[in-house]
C-alpha cells in the first residue's frame, strides 16, 4: 500500500499556504464591510466637517491642495474636501430617496404584473418596454423639469425612470413561481392567494430586491449628478456634486485642475463602493454562491 | 364518496393528444393502480385527477362535483420529486405543517425524526423529504391520494415503510389511493384493481 504514498488530499496544498487565507465567503463579507465603511466614511465627513470651512475666505483663493486643503479651495476660498463631501452626502440622500421609492414601485409593478392576470401583465409590459426604449437621461431632465426642477423634481425623475429593468426581473422571478409545483402544491392543500404571495414569492425575490435596490443607488447618484451639471436639477445654492463639477468646468482652462479632478473621483469612489456592495451582496444571498 | 374522471383528454397547446376519452374511478378505501409506459401521459393524467391542472376535454368529479377551486382539496397528489414540492427556503417543520398539523403518530408512522424539522430541505434526502410529502397530504380531510411514482426515486427500506402506511391509512379511514407506476410488480402487489393507459394514436404527420 506504500503506492499510495504521492497521493495527497486535494486541500492538502490549500491548508498549508496560510493561515490568513480566507474563505470565498469571508472574502465576499469583508469587500462588502469595507464598501460599506467608505460610504459611512463619506456621510461621517459630510456630517462631521465644520461649517467654518465652507466660509469664504479671499485671502485662501484657489490654492493648490496642500495638508490643510487636501483637495484645495475654490474662487472664493472655500474648503473644497468639505464642499465634496457635502456634495457627496446630499447626492446619497437624494439618491436613497429616490432609488427607494423606485425599487418599491418596481415591486409593486412587477408583482402585479405577475399576478393580476393577462391584462395586468400586457399594461405593466408595455410600460416598461416604453421607458426603457427612451433614454434615461432625456426622460430624467423632462421629467425633472417639468415638475419644476429642485430637489423634488430630480427625485420624482429618477423614480419614474429607474424602476422598469428591476420590475422585469421580479415579474420574471414571480411568474416562474407561479408554475412552481410548492405554490401549486400550497393551493391545493387549501392556501390563500395572500398566504402564497406573502410566505413563497415574497421571501424569494427579496434577495433580488435588496440587490437592486443597492444596484440603483450609484445609477440614481450619476443621473443626479448629471441632471444637476446640466442646469436641470438642483439650485446652485445646494451642496450637490455636480453643481461643484459644473462650476468647475469654468475654472478647468485657467489651470485649476483639483476643482473638478477631486469631486470627479471622490464621486466615482462612491458610485463604484455601491457597485461592490451590491455584487457582493448578491453573491452572499444566492444560494448557488453563498457556500464558495 | 369516489373520485371519477369521465372521458378526459389532454393536450399541450393544440399539439398532439396526450390522451383522449379517458374513464376512471377510485372509490374510497380502495388502492388502485395505473399502469402505463413511460411518455404515455401518467403524470399529465395524475395532475388531472388532483387539479393541478384542467382536462381539455371531459370532466373530473369528486362525489359527483367538480373539484373545490378555493379551500382544501380533498384529492391530493404526491409527485415523483420530492425536492421541488416543497419550498426550500423553509424548514421542514413549516413545510409539514402548511396542510394540517399533523398527529404525531402520523410521523411515527412515517419514521420522520424529530431533528429533521429544524432543518431545510437541502440537508435532507430525497427519500426523507418524500416522507414529508406523504405525511403533509395524509390529513383526515384527505379523501383520494394520488400517488405519482411516489417512490420510484427511493430505496427499498423507504419505500417499504411509505406503503405500509399508506396501507394502514387505507385499512383505517377508507382512503382511496391511487398507484401511478410503470411497475407491474409494484402494483400486483399493493392494488385491488389495476387500469391501464394507454397513449394517444400517434400524432398526425
Given at each position: 500500500m506504500?503506492?499510495?504514498?504521492?497521493?495527497?488530499?486535494?486541500?492538502?496544498?490549500?491548508?498549508?499556504?496560510?493561515?490568513?487565507?480566507l474563505?470565498?465567503r469571508?472574502?465576499?463579507l469583508?469587500?462588502?464591510?469595507l464598501?460599506?465603511?467608505?460610504?459611512?466614511?463619506i456621510?461621517?465627513?459630510?456630517?462631521?466637517?465644520?461649517?467654518?470651512?465652507?466660509?469664504?475666505?479671499?485671502?485662501?483663493?484657489?490654492?493648490?491642495?496642500?495638508?490643510?486643503?487636501?483637495?484645495?479651495?475654490?474662487?472664493l476660498?472655500?474648503?473644497?474636501?468639505?464642499?465634496?463631501?457635502?456634495?457627496?452626502?446630499?447626492?446619497?440622500?437624494?439618491?436613497?430617496?429616490?432609488?427607494?421609492?423606485?425599487?418599491?414601485?418596481?415591486?409593486?409593478?412587477?408583482m402585479?404584473?405577475?399576478?393580476?392576470?393577462?391584462?395586468?401583465?400586457?399594461?405593466?409590459?408595455?410600460?416598461?418596454d416604453?421607458?426603457?426604449?427612451?433614454?434615461?437621461?432625456?426622460?430624467?431632465?423632462?421629467?425633472?423639469?417639468?415638475f419644476?426642477?429642485?430637489?423634488?423634481?430630480?427625485?420624482?425623475?429618477?423614480?419614474?425612470?429607474?424602476?422598469?429593468?428591476?420590475a422585469?426581473?421580479?415579474r420574471?422571478e414571480?411568474?416562474?413561481?407561479?408554475?412552481?409545483?410548492?405554490?401549486?402544491?400550497?393551493?391545493?392543500?387549501?392556501?390563500?392567494?395572500?398566504?402564497?404571495?406573502?410566505?413563497?414569492m415574497?421571501?424569494h425575490?427579496?434577495?433580488?430586491?435588496?440587490?437592486?435596490?443597492?444596484l440603483?443607488f450609484?445609477?440614481?447618484?450619476?443621473h443626479?449628478?448629471?441632471?444637476?451639471f446640466?442646469?436641470?436639477?438642483?439650485?446652485?445654492?445646494?451642496p450637490?456634486?455636480?453643481?461643484?463639477?459644473?462650476?468647475?468646468?469654468?475654472?478647468?482652462?485657467?489651470?485649476?485642475?483639483?476643482?473638478?479632478?477631486?469631486?470627479?473621483?471622490?464621486?466615482?469612489a462612491?458610485?463604484?463602493?455601491?457597485?461592490?456592495?451590491?455584487?457582493?451582496?448578491?453573491?452572499?444571498?444566492?444560494?448557488?454562491?453563498?457556500?464558495? | 364518496?369516489?373520485?371519477?374522471?369521465?372521458?378526459?383528454?389532454?393536450?399541450?397547446?393544440?399539439?398532439?393528444?396526450?390522451?383522449?376519452?379517458?374513464?376512471?374511478?377510485?372509490?374510497?378505501?380502495?388502492?388502485?393502480g395505473?399502469?402505463?409506459p413511460s411518455?404515455?401521459?401518467?403524470?399529465?393524467l395524475?395532475?388531472?385527477?388532483?387539479?393541478?391542472?384542467d382536462?381539455?376535454?371531459?370532466?373530473?368529479l369528486f362525489?359527483?362535483?367538480?373539484?373545490?377551486?378555493?379551500?382544501?382539496?380533498p384529492?391530493?397528489?404526491?409527485?415523483?420529486?420530492p425536492?421541488?414540492?416543497?419550498n426550500?427556503?423553509?424548514?421542514?417543520?413549516?413545510?409539514?405543517?402548511?396542510?394540517?398539523?399533523?398527529?404525531?403518530?402520523?410521523?411515527?408512522?412515517?419514521?420522520i425524526?424529530p431533528?429533521?424539522?429544524?432543518?431545510?430541505?437541502?440537508e435532507?434526502?430525497?427519500?426523507?423529504?418524500q416522507r414529508?410529502?406523504?405525511?403533509?397530504?395524509?390529513?383526515?380531510?384527505?379523501?383520494?391520494?394520488?400517488?405519482?411514482?411516489?417512490?420510484?426515486?427511493?430505496?427499498?427500506?423507504?419505500?417499504?415503510?411509505l406503503?405500509?402506511?399508506?396501507?394502514?391509512?387505507?385499512?383505517?379511514?377508507?382512503?382511496?389511493?391511487?398507484?401511478?407506476?410503470?411497475?407491474?410488480?409494484?402494483?400486483?402487489?399493493?392494488?385491488?384493481r389495476?387500469?391501464?393507459?394507454?397513449?394517444?394514436?400517434?400524432?398526425?404527420?
Open positions: 506504500n503506492g499510495a504514498a504521492p497521493q495527497t488530499h486535494p486541500s492538502a496544498g490549500r491548508v498549508s499556504c496560510s493561515r490568513l487565507a474563505s470565498g469571508q472574502r465576499t469583508l469587500t462588502a464591510a464598501a460599506a465603511l467608505a460610504l459611512g466614511v456621510v461621517a465627513a459630510g456630517v462631521l466637517l465644520p461649517d467654518t470651512r465652507l466660509a469664504t475666505d479671499l485671502g485662501a483663493r484657489n490654492q493648490a491642495p496642500s495638508l490643510a486643503n487636501p483637495f484645495g479651495t475654490d474662487w476660498g472655500r474648503d473644497m474636501l468639505t464642499r465634496t463631501a457635502r456634495g457627496l452626502t446630499t447626492s446619497l440622500a437624494l439618491g436613497m430617496a429616490a432609488a427607494s421609492v423606485s425599487a418599491l414601485l418596481a415591486l409593486a409593478l412587477g402585479a404584473a405577475a399576478t393580476l392576470g393577462k391584462a395586468a401583465d400586457a399594461a405593466v409590459s408595455w410600460l416598461i416604453l421607458f426603457l426604449s427612451v433614454p434615461h437621461i432625456v426622460l430624467l431632465i423632462l421629467i425633472s423639469f417639468a419644476g426642477g429642485g430637489a423634488r423634481g430630480v427625485i420624482i425623475g429618477i423614480v419614474l425612470t429607474h424602476w422598469p429593468a428591476l422585469r426581473i421580479i420574471a414571480i411568474l416562474a413561481l407561479r408554475g412552481s409545483e410548492f405554490v401549486r402544491v400550497s393551493r391545493r392543500l387549501g392556501r390563500s392567494n395572500l398566504h402564497i404571495a406573502t410566505r413563497h415574497f421571501p425575490v427579496f434577495p433580488q430586491f435588496l440587490v437592486g435596490l443597492i440603483l450609484p445609477h440614481a447618484i450619476l443626479e449628478a448629471a441632471v444637476t446640466l442646469g436641470f436639477g438642483l439650485p446652485p445654492h445646494e450637490a456634486v455636480g453643481i461643484i463639477l459644473a462650476e468647475a468646468m469654468m475654472h478647468l482652462s485657467t489651470g485649476r485642475w483639483w476643482l473638478a479632478l477631486f469631486p470627479g473621483l471622490a464621486l466615482l462612491m458610485v463604484r463602493a455601491f457597485d461592490i456592495l451590491g455584487d457582493n451582496t448578491r453573491a452572499l444571498l444566492d444560494p448557488r454562491t453563498a457556500h464558495e | 364518496m369516489s373520485l371519477e374522471a369521465r372521458a378526459v383528454g389532454f393536450r399541450y397547446g393544440s399539439g398532439p393528444w396526450v390522451f383522449r376519452k379517458f374513464d376512471i374511478t377510485v372509490g374510497a378505501g380502495e388502492m388502485v395505473l399502469l402505463g411518455g404515455c401521459g401518467k403524470t399529465t395524475a395532475r388531472l385527477l388532483a387539479g393541478h391542472e382536462p381539455r376535454e371531459g370532466r373530473v362525489d359527483g362535483a367538480a373539484l373545490p377551486r378555493a379551500g382544501y382539496c384529492v391530493q397528489l404526491v409527485s415523483q420529486h425536492e421541488h414540492a416543497v426550500p427556503r423553509w424548514r421542514m417543520r413549516d413545510i409539514m405543517c402548511e396542510g394540517w398539523s399533523m398527529a404525531e403518530d402520523t410521523m411515527e408512522m412515517l419514521s425524526q431533528e429533521w424539522l429544524d432543518r431545510y430541505p437541502s435532507l434526502s430525497g427519500g426523507e423529504i414529508f410529502c406523504v405525511a403533509r397530504t395524509l390529513s383526515p380531510s384527505t379523501r383520494i391520494l394520488i400517488a405519482d411514482e411516489m417512490t420510484t426515486m427511493l430505496d427499498a427500506i423507504t419505500q417499504a415503510q406503503w405500509r402506511a399508506v396501507r394502514e391509512t387505507v385499512d383505517q379511514r377508507g382512503l382511496g389511493v391511487l398507484v401511478v407506476s410503470h411497475e407491474r410488480a409494484l402494483i400486483d402487489a399493493l392494488c385491488d389495476t387500469v391501464a393507459l394507454e397513449a394517444a394514436d400517434a400524432p398526425e404527420p
